[in-house]
Nanobody
Framework: VQLQASGGGLVQAGDSLRLSCTASVRTFTEYPVGWFRQAPGKDREFVAG??????NIKYGDSVKGRFTISRDKSTVSLQMNNLKPEDTAVYYCAADQVANNQFIPTKSAEVDFWGPGTQVTVSS
């Protein structure tokens, strides 16, 4: 499975961005998906994740109330509102092939497929 993330960019604090993740398979809904991010000099961090059905969702503590993850048949989106300079990072879309309707990948070790990442830069 090849993943592609898009929608990153340079914005000011308080602005919004919407990231999108698409896959090379027609059956993208069979994969639980997570968004992770990595800032320079820091470990990769879980941001948000959604189960195969979309009924289960999790968020990292630092983005709760500001970010919203959603999915349709072909795309997993991450709506990012009220962006802060500390949100600056490369954002990665990730998918897992666990056949479990409740599963959400929240750790890098759980991920089977990574996208190439998209840069988000938030200026103060």
């Amino acid at each position: 499975v090849q993943l592609q993330a898009s929608g990153g960019g340079l914005v000011q604090a308080g602005d919004s961005l919407r990231l999108s993740c698409t896959a090379s398979v027609r059956t993208f809904t069979e994969y639980p998906v997570g968004w992770f991010r990595q800032a320079p000099g820091k470990d990769r961090e879980f941001v948000a994740g959604i189960s195969r059905t979309g009924r289960n969702i999790k968020y990292g503590d630092s983005v709760k109330g500001r970010f919203t993850i959603s999915r349709d048949k072909s795309t997993v989106s991450l709506q990012m509102n009220n962006l802060k300079p500390e949100d600056t990072a490369v954002y990665y879309c990730a998918a897992d092939q666990v056949a479990n309707n409740q599963f959400i990948p929240t750790k890098s070790a759980e991920v089977d497929f990574w996208g190439p990442g998209t840069q988000v830069t938030v200026s103060s």
